[in-house]
């Protein structure tokens, strides 16, 4: 069965960084599209960045954050800087087949309707 689990965060001052893990398993890791998303108390779940050979970014974090994935180690990673009190939320990562036989055409997607597969989140505090 596919899961995957979120680590990484925590508190963070304003303009500093941190890096977030997204380990999966039960996939096979290079077929399925992945993404970050986040939410904020009252707000909102909006798509920060995916990856499914390219990228793609929400405006509010492109050129501060960068997604990569190790395609070896079953892992996605979002890397963060600049941070700011606008970023603090909860972070998820989601999957969803989308290699041989699946719906390839539509990734790399921030819609959270793209996505099938979820994990439970990770924390992250931006303090001023």
């Known amino acids: 069965q596919v899961q995957v689990v979120e680590s990484g965060g925590g508190l963070v001052q304003a303009g500093g960084s941190l890096r977030l893990s997204c380990t999966a398993s039960?996939?096979?890791?290079?077929?399925?599209?992945m993404g970050w998303f986040r939410q904020a108390p009252g707000k909102e779940r909006e798509g920060v960045a995916a990856?499914?050979?390219?990228?793609r970014y929400a405006d509010s974090v492109k050129g501060r954050f960068i997604v990569s994935r190790d395609d070896q180690k079953n892992i996605l990673y979002l890397q963060m800087a600049s941070l700011s009190t606008d970023d603090t939320a909860m972070y998820s990562c989601a999957a969803r087949p989308a290699g041989i036989g699946g719906d390839w055409c539509r990734f790399p997607s921030l819609d959270e309707n793209d996505y099938n597969y979820w994990g439970q989140g990770t924390q992250v505090t931006v303090s001023s």
């Open positions: 039960g996939l096979s890791f290079t077929d399925y599209a």
């Open positions: 990856s499914f050979g390219l990228t």
